[in-house]
């Protein structure tokens, strides 16, 4: 395992929540770290832009409150996603509330900029930035990132083609800090795999969205719960870069999922917060291939005990 910086280090499990565009929010956030989890939500989720210094006031207040109240039980840290795609208006606003606050965590996505990693080390900030293949990976380490999120196949969302096992391997291979590994992991089965193949930490973002806490509609929850691999499809349309959602709700929106044109680069468009298309967002619903083990709606606090449970249960069944 990687030596990690201070905000990584010492978690309660090594799961990283990923941030769910349009659903994850502090009640959320603050939940997943409660129950030892890195809670992560994008910038862009708070609208308009000054909401969210609110946004970023109630979590870092709750949290010291309850890491006042439980010192010997403390939440685990959050993470902000920073969207630095040229189209995003918002981002210097939002990394100066993000300085402002000293968010312990970044994930930047969609580029990677030497400025928003100094910003984040001005404090002590630790940068992981999203990436599909070897070849980004090494420009995001280049460009002064700490570590990287490996968006394997499977993941909801923007997600690659790699297996993780080739990702993973080819990036272990001149990479020695701090990794988490994205692609349809839901399971604390599927969090010991992935730090067997050489990941510091799990990204887990499909089964959050099943929650008591995410802000999405019970359809797109009991769609998740109801769902297996079968029914996610992958394609470019939406946004113009490549992505997994459910099927129901491509159909739902009058479209034949098996036949999808090609989406055009140009259409992404994070002006203003609101992402390529209101359609695109608000009514297809991202989602990853790891869903067959979802099997209801619960509390943050339960689906992560029950991962806390399954991944002491893989160990000792590894070590046995």
Request: hydrophobic share 45%.
């Amino acid at each position: 395992m990687s030596r990690l910086p201070a905000p990584l280090a010492n978690l309660p499990l090594p799961i990283i929540g990923s941030p769910l565009f349009i659903i994850s929010n502090p009640k959320l956030v603050i939940a997943q770290c409660i129950a030892g989890v890195v809670g992560a939500m994008p910038a862009l989720n708070a609208r308009p832009a000054a909401q969210l210094e609110d946004w970023l006031a109630e979590i870092t207040e709750t949290l010291a409150a309850y890491n006042a109240a439980n010192p010997d039980k403390p939440a685990a840290p959050f993470a902000i996603n920073q969207i630095v795609h040229k189209s995003n208006d918002r981002l210097d606003h939002d990394m100066e509330m993000c300085v402002k606050y000293k968010v312990p965590i970044y994930i930047t996505s969609l580029g990677a900029r030497e400025d928003i990693n100094a910003a984040a080390h001005s404090y002590g900030g630790v940068v992981l930035h999203d990436i599909i293949n070897n070849k980004f990976a090494r420009k995001a380490i280049e460009k002064g990132a700490d570590g990287l999120v490996a968006v394997a196949a499977g993941a909801g969302g923007h997600a690659g083609v790699k297996s993780p096992f080739a990702l993973i391997q080819e990036i272990r291979q001149w990479f020695d800090g701090p990794l988490a590994l994205s692609g349809a992991i839901s399971t604390g089965g599927a969090v010991l795999a992935a730090q067997a193949m050489g990941a510091d930490f799990a990204y887990i973002g499909s089964a959050f969205i099943a929650t008591e806490e995410a802000r999405a509609s019970d359809a797109y929850k009991q769609a998740i719960v109801d769902g297996n691999s079968d029914d996610i499809v992958y394609s470019s349309l939406f946004t113009g870069v490549h992505g997994n959602y459910l099927k129901p709700s491509i159909i739902a929106a009058g479209m034949d999922p098996d036949n999808l044109p090609e989406g055009d680069l140009k259409t992404m468009n994070f002006g203003g917060g609101e992402g390529s298309k209101s359609k695109a967002w608000k009514d297809i619903w991202g989602c990853g291939q790891g869903i067959g083990s979802v099997s209801k709606v619960q509390s943050t606090a339960d689906y992560v005990a029950q991962l806390k449970r399954e991944y002491q249960e893989a160990r000792q069944r590894v070590c046995a």
